[in-house]
């Protein structure tokens, strides 16, 4: 065999052996199947496909869910901002299931093939009694606020709820009574002054479903005050308790008429 031909089989056999390129050719690289966890990337077959979708209140496709977790085929995405992403699943039927604090898990039929959308409506885990004398705090105590004022407060209330020093359900903060020196002191005014019977109106109820889906405004507040009707000092000169936990406080959140604290 001539030099020329053996220089040409050596070559070919560097070009075979390392997937290099010859002459501007690219090599081909396997198609791979797999996927990342967090299941962003993009879907590499058409064997494969993607569900995506929104996840939301039921009843009201505003309040989005922010924060939650879906589960499929072994996997599981968090809710973010309301939605959801899915790639690299093989085409098929699964069974989803999505889960969010203070509402019932939801199980979802649902068929891939390519690109799905797959929208969830979240049902609350309260009681309609539960829902509905949130709400009425939520208006006796914020009642002319604007609306993320309104939300600020219903998100104080579940706050309260995950607090270990608080009641652990809603109905428990909202009617709780602390007894000091033989005195009564209510958590809530309207409780006390009986605003808390009046129904709430449509605002107040809207709060509560925002707060519920995860929106808080006050970041991890747990209490709040009127701060133009509230006095910095009692008569005794003393200053009061609400202003001493607003002055701890680093955040300073105030939003509308209210003071929020932690």
């Avoid at 069974?95 to 929208?119: C, F, H, L, N």
């Avoid at 939300?151 to 020093?165: C, F, K, W």
Wanted: proline fraction near 6%; charge should be negative; aromatic fraction near 10%.
């Amino acid at each position: 065999m001539g030099k020329k031909h053996l220089l040409f089989l050596i070559l070919i056999s560097v070009v075979f052996l390392t997937g290099c390129t010859l002459f501007g050719v690219p090599s081909i690289t396997p198609p791979h199947n797999g996927g990342d966890d967090d299941g962003t990337s993009v879907d590499p077959s058409p064997g494969y496909g993607s569900l995506v979708g929104t996840v939301y209140h039921a009843g009201s496709s505003e309040a989005k869910l922010q924060s939650g977790q879906v589960e499929i085929d072994g996997r599981t995405v968090p809710i973010k901002n309301g939605t959801y992403e899915i790639h690299n699943l093989p085409n098929g039927t699964y069974t989803m299931r999505v889960t969010k604090q203070w509402y019932k898990p939801a199980e979802i039929q649902v068929v891939v093939q390519g690109s799905t959308i797959q929208d969830v409506e979240m049902i609350p885990d309260l009681t309609f009694n539960e829902l509905d004398l949130f709400a009425r705090l939520v208006h006796a105590e914020s009642q002319g606020e604007i609306e993320i004022g309104q939300i600020a407060v219903a998100a104080t209330v579940l706050n309260r709820v995950l607090h270990p020093d608080y009641p652990n359900s809603i109905t428990g903060v909202i009617y709780e009574v602390t007894v000091v020196n033989g005195i009564k002191y209510y958590q809530y005014e309207p409780v006390l002054n009986g605003r808390i019977n009046l129904p709430a109106g449509q605002v107040a109820k809207d709060a509560v479903k925002y707060a519920l889906a995860g929106t808080d405004p006050t970041y991890g507040a747990t209490g709040f005050f009127a701060h133009r009707l509230v006095p910095q000092y009692n008569s005794s000169g003393k200053r009061a308790w609400v202003w001493e936990q607003w002055d701890k406080d680093p955040y300073k959140i105030r939003i509308g008429n209210h003071s929020f604290f932690r």
